[in-house]
């Protein structure tokens, strides 16, 4: 099979399962707690979440952006059914990068493995994405080049960074920004990101201390999650509040 071919097919498989491969990343950060303990840079628990908490709002920030204006049947959470597309977003964060999605996904990760406090383990982490989403960058790109024409399409990427934004390129969203069905679509990742940080504070806690035990500061930072994820399902499954509604602009 040629390499093209090869990569494009792991692409694929690699996408069609890219809502569960994340949780190694979480089982290596346990593995690495189990054999070289947690250190945290800073003498404040809260000031190192405060920290971590930075890149995670800044990845989720990037990904509302980029879906909040996106078009319908776009920038989806589709995996089993495999690529879906209805048309090629090419304003608001679009106009700067192609992949979007991704380069969030990649601050929110960064913020939640950083709680482990350490950069060895950090820059293997961001080794292991590379490589895990060069390939579902390269066979969403390939399914976009065979479905509108690889000259519609490379004309657009010629000028638009795969992964790092080129600001200058900035154009704004032809679409009003659709927050209801932002939220619908976001708030469970998010909060996945805070429960990885608590998973990761209590092995480390009971590591150290032999029994099942964590801080205070986990403790509210669960709570609080959790207030947060409930509050959001119920509006979500039970009421219309967060249906989403679009408008052209």
Sequence with gaps: MALVHELEAQGNVLFRNRSWIPALFVLAGVVYIYLEGMQFPVESQWLWIGICSAFIFLGQFIRAYAIGYSDDRTSGRN?????????????????????PLYLGNYFMWLGTLLFVGSWEFVLLC??????????????????????????AYDEWSKSTPPFWPKF??????????????????????????????????????????GTFAYS????????????????????SKMTNVLSPKRLQV
């Design 79 to 99: 995996t089993s059914a495999g690529q879906v597309a209805e048309s090629i977003n090419k304003t608001g964060m679009y106009s700067m990068v192609r992949h």
């Design 216 to 235: 205070e500061e986990i403790k509210v930072l669960f709570f609080a999650n959790l207030g947060f994820f409930l509050v959001v399902r119920l509006l």
């Design 168 to 209: 200058a390129n900035f154009e704004k969203p032809k679409n009003s920004f659709d927050w209801k069905d932002t939220i619908r679509r976001e708030y469970l990742g998010f909060c996945a990101g805070y429960y990885v940080i608590c998973i990761l504070a209590v092995f480390a806690t009971s590591m150290e201390l």
């Design 126 to 151: 961001t080794l292991a994405y590379w490589l895990y989403y060069e390939r579902i960058m390269f066979a969403e790109e390939q399914f976009l080049r065979k479905k509108f024409g690889s000259e």
